[in-house]
Nanobody, 121 residues
Framework: QVQLVESGGGLVQAGGSLRLSCAAS????????MGWFRQAPGKERDFVAV????????YYADSVKGRFTISGDNAKNTVYLQMDSLKPEDTAVYYC??????????????WGQGTQVTVSS
């Protein structure tokens, strides 16, 4: 089973930046993309960004477009999420996932444990 290990979460002031990393133990033949989702307390898990395994396609939620950048390193089976101009509403647990190129959580087969991102006002 593929295991995803996340890092990079923390506490940051509004307007600041964080870079999240997620390393997969291996890539499976079923993995077409890697994505990021987030979930605030009492809220649903929402799509943030996705990148195709080839790296030639990316897609972002409207709420983060222009502020967040997703990238990957195939040799390391790792995906990154660069978060700039952070806002308090970005506060959530962030999850990386491997699976299909989609905005839907159910299209992903493997998930990380989540990393907390807290943005103070």
């Amino acid at each position: 089973q593929v295991q995803l290990v996340e890092s990079g979460g923390g506490l940051v002031q509004a307007g600041g930046s964080l870079r999240l990393s997620c390393a997969a133990s291996r890539r499976t033949l079923r993995t077409d993309a890697m994505g990021w989702f987030r979930q605030a307390p009492g809220k649903e898990r929402d799509f943030v960004a996705v990148i195709s395994w080839t790296g030639d396609s990316t897609y972002y939620a409207d709420s983060v477009k222009g502020r967040f950048t997703i990238s990957g390193d195939n040799a390391k089976n790792t995906v990154y999420l660069q978060m700039d101009s952070l806002k308090p509403e970005d506060t959530a647990v962030y999850y990386c996932a491997a699976g299909s190129y989609s905005t839907r959580a159910y299209r992903y087969d493997a998930w990380g444990q989540g990393t907390q991102v807290t943005v103070s006002s």
